[in-house]
């Protein structure tokens, strides 16, 4: 359990903006602990895509999830935050100028202020309801390894970004990659679809998976319904469901704040309706906002700016660049 003075910021979802957020906060001199329900640090880029590269991160034409997350970790290490991982944020009350954030364990954690960067929140997979009984024993919704899936027959079930994301990422290790989708039309960026087709991907549109195929218990084919023709049998090995997911913010909704369409309301210094607490990333809202890690890394900056001057009112809220530090 967490002892001695309360942390200067306690930041709520270790993810790429709250890892930032940590950097910048032991930049600017402030302690920092960070809580998230998830057993490792990184947040939904290592919980659901760590594989796959990320395109819209500055200075990277590409990385992977993986790496960018190892990156924001060793570059927060020199602060030494204290990560307060595979636990959850319960109840907030007020004690004095700071706060009590009882976690989920029953640990209380002081701190000054409080920075949520929580993302989507909690995130449940939709189901695929022919894999009822088949997750972990050949069906997936995310690829935590490619190698795992190295050889093997694979079915991607969905028509979204990331399901086009598993394909061509899959695509050079698998024995084949099939994409299976319910519609004529994809949710997907038309480059990527473009991209899978060139490779020569198999696409079966007005499809749905209606059974999984077994031979000594494990997962053999899987046998897709088409509209208006005879059903297809297909080898399979694995399945990635990539039909989204559902998605709320919790305890945190209960916190006193404003919350707009499963988010965190903000002002331009990304404070909350409550008085110490602020939001970066995907978890804060306000008008033009734009979901990008980019847009989080900046957020999280302003917060941790303008959390260093209401903690001390004497100080800059722009510290100057951290090229200048020693």
Do not use: C
Not at 161 to 169: E, M, N, P, Q, R
Not at 237 to 265: K, Y
Not at 293 to 315: Q, W
């Amino acid at each position: 359990m967490p002892t001695g003075d309360p942390f200067d910021i306690l930041i709520v979802g270790a993810g790429p903006t709250g890892l930032f957020a940590a950097y910048y906060a032991g930049f600017r001199g402030l302690s920092t602990a960070i809580v998230d329900s998830l057993p490792e640090a990184g947040g939904q880029v290592t919980a659901m895509y760590p594989e796959k590269m990320i395109y819209d991160v500055g200075g990277f034409p590409a990385v992977r999830g993986r790496d960018l997350v190892q990156g924001l970790v060793d570059q927060a290490a020199p602060w030494k935050p204290t990560y307060l991982l595979g636990r959850k944020a319960e109840t907030v009350t007020e004690n004095g100028d700071g706060f009590d954030v009882v976690l989920d364990g029953g640990e209380i954690v002081k701190a000054r202020s409080i920075l949520i960067s929580a993302g989507i929140g909690e995130f449940t997979p939709r189901p695929l309801p022919a894999g009822d009984g088949w997750l972990g024993r050949g069906m997936v919704h995310f690829v935590p390894s490619l190698q795992a899936h190295a050889g093997q027959h694979v079915v991607v079930v969905g028509g979204g970004d990331s399901a086009f994301d598993w394909v061509l990422a899959l695509h050079p290790v698998a024995a084949s990659v099939t994409l299976v989708h319910r519609r004529a039309k994809f949710r997907a960026a038309e480059s990527i679809v473009r991209e899978a087709q060139a490779l020569g991907v198999r696409i079966i549109t007005d499809a749905e998976v209606t059974k999984f195929i077994d031979v000594d218990g494990a997962l053999d084919s899987v046998e897709i319904a088409v509209k208006g023709a005879e059903p297809v049998v297909l080898p399979a090995q694995s399945v990635v469901a990539a039909l989204g997911f559902t998605a709320d913010l919790g305890p945190i909704e209960s916190w006193g704040l404003e919350i707009d369409h499963r988010a965190v309301a903000v002002d331009s210094t990304m404070a909350t309706a409550r008085d110490r607490v602020y939001a970066a990333g995907d978890v804060a809202s306000y008008p033009g906002k734009v979901k990008l890690i980019a847009t989080g890394f900046g957020e999280a900056a302003t917060a941790v700016n303008n959390i260093a001057v209401k903690l001390d009112p004497e100080a800059h809220l722009f510290p100057g660049h951290s090229s200048n530090a020693e």
